[in-house]
């Protein structure tokens, strides 16, 4: 008999589907099939926050009601990472912003700085932003332009002083995270291990304009997350990490640290939590929620981290994340998980996936490619040739739905179902609702 070709697919989109009326694949190397056990789709959901400036009142974050408050809603996150918590106006102070974001069910993880121009007491703040304050953290990235010898026992003393005062907090035990430290291959071991004195690690950890799974070219903000993640356990031993910053900055022209474009930006941030989540990573917050726009400062690639544009458009990344914590958010509840068995073309090298589960049953399996997007010298983006990838199931799912987070929060395409599947991906994660 005949096989004749069934297509269903969205060319325009670079993905097709082909299947022959057996429900054999047209071609391709038959994927060897594993079973795989999900994670609950909310925890992946509450591993995305966003780094925010409230206090800073000289940039545009100082419009809380026209740009701060509608975009963060807007984007969708739960969790936000500030320290710059004094200061402010007259009836409008940092702290009076945070307690309105609290009725939005916003947690906050906060700085506690130990040095000028204050002195920051967890007790002291515990009792001001209340059930607000999910965690703690000591002074930010103290080795920061410092030579060795220069900050390291600060360090470990704000380390101590951080936890002793948390421990000592009434009514609930507030997590204590470690420091993050801004040199991440030599200055680990300098510090030493802490894990006594902290309830998570902490992290930068910045790809230069590269995929999250960068590639070593230096020791500052650069560094190959392998390696970066093996230096942070050096402080925090075997306790949960977070990584407290991680993002893209737009400034393409920048001599200081390597930036790319919005429409690169836009695919490695939707990588990145699913990158970071798969390493083992508890939660990811991304810098940073807004561009700032102060006054006589243009060349700082500083000015350029934000998901929101200076004149508070939104950026290509910030519709794909509010896109992909649209289509993930689910209520924080306990359900049995299901594994789910299936198998992915071994022949392409670069495919990373991550398989998570709601409650309704259905596995939410997300597909991405560990490829560079944007050429770092030429400042140019880079075109990535789609390329074949077969996914075949132990048990015919009843549906399979298409959603791509950089283009929609919707339903790109509804699969014809069958024990395989094929598919042309390209460099935009993809994610399969399957039940």
């Given at each position: 008999?005949?096989?004749?070709?069934?297509?269903?697919?969205?060319?325009?989109?670079?993905?097709?589907?082909?299947?022959?009326?057996?429900?054999?694949?047209?071609?391709?190397?038959?994927?060897?099939?594993?079973?795989?056990?999900?994670?609950?789709?909310?925890?992946?959901?509450?591993?995305?926050?966003?780094?925010?400036?409230?206090?800073?009142?000289?940039?545009?974050?100082?419009?809380?009601?026209?740009?701060?408050?509608?975009?963060?809603?807007?984007?969708?996150?739960?969790?936000?990472?500030?320290?710059?918590?004094?200061?402010?106006?007259?009836?409008?102070?940092?702290?009076?912003?945070?307690?309105?974001?609290?009725?939005?069910?916003?947690?906050?993880?906060?700085?506690?700085?130990?040095?000028?121009?204050?002195?920051?007491d967890p007790v002291e703040r515990a009792g001001a932003f209340g059930q607000m304050l999910w965690g703690i953290e000591p002074v930010n990235e103290p080795d920061l332009n410092k030579k060795p010898g220069e900050w390291e026992q600060h360090a470990r003393n704000e380390q101590q002083r951080v936890f002793t005062a948390a421990r000592s907090i009434p009514g609930k035990q507030v997590p204590v995270l470690g420091i993050a430290l801004a040199e991440n291959v030599d200055n680990p071991s300098r510090l030493g291990n802490l894990s006594s004195q902290l309830d998570f690690g902490n992290l930068h950890l910045y790809a230069s304009g590269l995929h999250p799974t960068n590639q070593d070219f230096g020791n500052y903000w650069g560094t190959?997350?392998?390696?970066?993640?093996?230096?942070?356990?050096?402080?925090?031993?075997?306790?949960?990490?977070?990584?407290?910053?991680?993002?893209?900055?737009?400034?393409?022209?920048?001599?200081?640290?390597?930036?790319?474009?919005?429409?690169?930006?836009?695919?490695?941030?939707?990588?990145?939590?699913?990158?970071?989540?798969?390493?083992?990573?508890?939660?990811?917050?991304?810098?940073?929620?807004?561009?700032?726009?102060?006054?006589?400062?243009?060349?700082?690639?500083?000015?350029?981290?934000?998901?929101?544009?200076?004149?508070?458009?939104?950026?290509?990344?910030?519709?794909?994340?509010?896109?992909?914590?649209?289509?993930?958010?689910?209520?924080?509840?306990?359900?049995?998980?299901?594994?789910?068995?299936?198998?992915?073309?071994?022949?392409?090298?670069?495919?990373?996936?991550?398989?998570?589960?709601?409650?309704?049953?259905?596995?939410?399996?997300?597909?991405?490619?560990?490829?560079?997007?944007?050429?770092?010298?030429?400042?140019?983006?880079?075109?990535?040739?789609?390329?074949?990838?077969?996914?075949?199931?132990?048990?015919?799912?009843?549906?399979?739905?298409?959603?791509?987070?950089?283009?929609?929060?919707?339903?790109?395409?509804?699969?014809?179902?069958?024990?395989?599947?094929?598919?042309?991906?390209?460099?935009?994660?993809?994610?399969?609702?399957?039940?």
């Amino acid at each position: 008999m005949n096989k004749h070709l069934l297509l269903t697919g969205c060319l325009a989109l670079g993905f097709l589907f082909c299947r022959c009326e057996d429900g054999s694949l047209v071609d391709g190397s038959s994927p060897s099939m594993n079973e795989v056990m999900p994670t609950r789709a909310s925890a992946f959901f509450n591993s995305i926050g966003v780094n925010t400036h409230i206090g800073f009142y000289d940039t545009n974050y100082a419009d809380f009601q026209g740009m701060l408050k509608p975009r963060l809603l807007e984007l969708g996150v739960k969790h936000i990472r500030d320290g710059n918590i004094w200061g402010g106006n007259s009836g409008d102070t940092p702290l009076t912003r945070c307690k309105e974001l609290e009725q939005y069910g916003i947690n906050l993880l906060l700085i506690c700085f130990g040095g000028d121009p204050v002195v920051d007491d967890p007790v002291e703040r515990a009792g001001a932003f209340g059930q607000m304050l999910w965690g703690i953290e000591p002074v930010n990235e103290p080795d920061l332009n410092k030579k060795p010898g220069e900050w390291e026992q600060h360090a470990r003393n704000e380390q101590q002083r951080v936890f002793t005062a948390a421990r000592s907090i009434p009514g609930k035990q507030v997590p204590v995270l470690g420091i993050a430290l801004a040199e991440n291959v030599d200055n680990p071991s300098r510090l030493g291990n802490l894990s006594s004195q902290l309830d998570f690690g902490n992290l930068h950890l910045y790809a230069s304009g590269l995929h999250p799974t960068n590639q070593d070219f230096g020791n500052y903000w650069g560094t190959r997350m392998e390696v970066a993640i093996s230096k942070a356990r050096l402080i925090c031993g075997e306790k949960p990490l977070i990584i407290t910053e991680a993002g893209y900055h737009n400034y393409e022209n920048s001599n200081q640290f390597r930036g790319c474009s919005e429409k690169a930006a836009a695919i490695y941030h939707v990588h990145l939590p699913f990158v970071y989540y798969n390493a083992g990573v508890s939660r990811t917050y991304i810098y940073e929620l807004l561009d700032w726009n102060k006054a006589g400062v243009v060349d700082d690639m500083n000015m350029h981290y934000g998901l929101i544009r200076a004149d508070g458009s939104a950026k290509p990344s910030f519709r794909a994340l509010k896109n992909l914590l649209s289509i993930v958010k689910e209520e924080e509840v306990s359900y049995e998980l299901s594994p789910l068995k299936f198998g992915i073309d071994p022949t392409v090298k670069d495919i990373e996936y991550t398989l998570l589960q709601k409650q309704d049953g259905s596995h939410w399996l997300a597909l991405f490619r560990k490829v560079n997007v944007y050429d770092v010298k030429t400042h140019k983006d880079i075109e990535v040739a789609p390329v074949n990838v077969n996914v075949e199931f132990a048990e015919i799912p009843s549906s399979i739905d298409m959603y791509i987070p950089n283009q929609s929060d919707q339903i790109i395409q509804s699969l014809k179902t069958g024990d395989k599947i094929s598919l042309q991906l390209g460099a935009e994660l993809v994610l399969l609702k399957i039940k």
